[in-house]
């Protein structure tokens, strides 16, 4: 199984288009001279290829080798997932979206800031770093491994000529050069999964045969009920543990806000978010249906015992290169597909980190930086990651086993920071101290459960087979552990109890128990510790979820749900008076929120750090 000139053709053009891509915009327009333009493409991009951007951060590679495997050895149990993108969606669209963009903010931890006090604000970006710096590594190795383990392609050059290449395009093009390689990258993941899909089918006698013959082997699975969450998958873990997943991705995730704020109007940021749904749908859609062509196609062109995949994330590569051996090009378009997931993933997190880095930890520590000075050192930044994920990389072949622990952080940390969010946006009577605390609890939690079920799989013989699956021997190599950990239960000796029964929760329910963590202790806290001053609450970071949720109620008592914050009404003109309800009107503005007021022919402005102008009512909930 080796790569002709006309796949390695396929390959490097993708590199080359890509690196096109970040020279373009690095030497168009305003040739990214200015934070907001390397940073939110001065917040002027369109809803779709924001839409297609945000689908592609994290399509990641390991979720195109891991899908097909999954469905290939449990069956289609893994297709409801696609249940909880609905909320997992329309609950960023509307809750989230509008807050951050209304506060005109670069960073998402800034929203920390203005809520809590600045001492949460870097905590978070600490927690973001330390998670993305760990996973990106994984992610550039893992793929090539699994190529190589398959193909021969030389490792460490595969390693070197993407990290390489993705750093370029995102030093020099910023992030409009990442958004437009990511449409490019998403296009190249369809048509390579589409082609072993066409392929794959006619060769076993097209997609109703495929289906037929998977249901007859048990591989097309019902709806199961069980509202256990020590079951791996059942219909509730999968669409209602699959929304907090959702909702720590799209939700609150960095790569993905800033997304969202380069968007040129809230309506084309929340227009982005609703697109994905649909893409969402189809890019589970092709990597469940790989997964049964695989099915079916092993059963009727088995390879040979000596060719047989050594590890579960390696069966899609095996059979891509099998099936499509005849066709010259071919496999390298998949191996193209499977590493513009890796590139997407990788720019998306440079750029976020580079983000971050600059706005919540460089500038308030240097507020007198000139522009083109803060510029350069955004992509002084986003160049200092990219080696970094180049060291990460190396460090990951070092590590062996222990990087199922790795890749298992980048699910352990997303839950206590959608926690921490949720604890500032739907209780206005939280107080920073109780953040601080419930972050902290939330992460020991995480840590615990993870690493103990971590620890619990490693000392389990081996992984069990399904009824009719293809036996796979144990494989104590990397890449083994990716599918294992993102798709896989972490799995422990027959009928465990006490503790033991406590690590083999459902991967697919860390995000919501660990946020519920964060919540629940941020709550308790802030009560032991005073509550939070509501009246100095600005009200911009707070959602109103129970009196909207209660909207039935008189007035009188959704103000009371309200917690003492004072919203502006909508439905009033008398603006003056929400303002000295809400402590602004003589001046009084919120500790450490950063506002000033301003005069403006009678109506009261806020600001936010220099950004434009909004009224209270534009802001209005």
Known sequence: MEFTVIDYSIFALLLVLSSAIGLFYALSGNRQRTVQEFLLANRNMSFLPVALSLLATFQSAVAILGVPAEIYRFGTEYWFLG???????????????????????????????????KTVRVFGTVTFIFQMVIYMGVVLYAPALALNAVTGFDLWSAVLTIGLVCTLYTTLGG??????????????????????????????????????????????????????????????????????????????????VQRYLSARSEWEAKLSCYAV????????????????????????????PAQR?????????????????D?????????????????????????SLAT??????????????????????????????????????????????????????????????????????????ANSTGAVVGLLAGLAMAFWVGIGSLLQSMGA??????????????????????????????????SPTGLQKFYNLSYMWYSAHNSTTVILVGLLVSLLTGECRTAAVDPRTIYPVLPRLLCCLPPKYRQKLCCGVAFPDQDSDHTDTVMKSNGMANGLVPPGSGQREQEGEGQGYISMGGAPEYSLQETSF
């Open 175 to 256: 992030l409009k050069a990442v958004i437009w390689t990511d449409v490019f990258q998403t296009l190249v993941m369809f048509a390579g999964q589409l082609a072993v899909i066409v392929v794959g089918a006619r060769r076993v006698g097209g997609m109703a045969r495929i289906w037929h013959l998977a249901e007859e082997e048990g591989r097309i699975s019902g709806i199961d009920l069980d509202p256990d969450p020590f079951e791996r998958h059942t219909f509730w873990t999968l669409s209602m543990g699959g929304v907090f997943m959702m909702l720590s991705l799209y939700g609150v995730n960095q790569a993905q």
């Open 356 to 429: 971050v880095t600059m706005e919540d930890l460089v500038s308030p520590c240097c507020p007198g930086l000139s522009e083109s000075r803060a510029t350069l050192l955004s992509k002084l930044l986003a160049l200092g990651y990219g080696l970094l994920c180049l060291g990460m990389a190396y460090v990951s072949s070092m590590l062996g086993p222990v990087l199922q622990a790795a890749i298992s952080i980048f699910g352990m940390v997303g839950g206590p920071l959608l926690g921490l969010f949720c604890l500032g946006i739907f209780f206005p009577c």
């Open 277 to 304: 749904f649909p893409c969402q749908q189809i890019v589970l859609c092709l990597s469940c249906l790989t997964g049964l062509v695989m099915f079916v196609y092993d059963r009727e062109h088995p390879l040979a």
């Open 309 to 325: 995949p050594k590890s579960s994330d390696q069966l899609v590569l095996y059979f891509v290169m099998d099936v499509l051996r």
């Open 461 to 494: 013989a081996g992984e069990p087979s399904p009824p009719n699956s293809t036996l796979l021997p144990t494989a104590d190599n990397l890449t083994t552990t990716l599918a294992t950990t993102l798709l896989t239960p972490m799995l422990a000796s027959q």
């Open 83 to 117: 249940c909880s993108y609905f909320l997992g969606l329309l609950i960023p669209a509307h809750i989230f979206i509008p807050i951050f963009y209304r506060l005109h903010i670069t960073s998402t931890y800034e929203y920390l800031e203005l809520r809590f006090n």
């Open 327 to 351: 066709l010259p090009g071919l496999p390298g378009l998949f191996v193209a597909c499977l590493f513009s997931g890796a590139l997407s993933t990788i720019s998306s997190a440079f750029n």
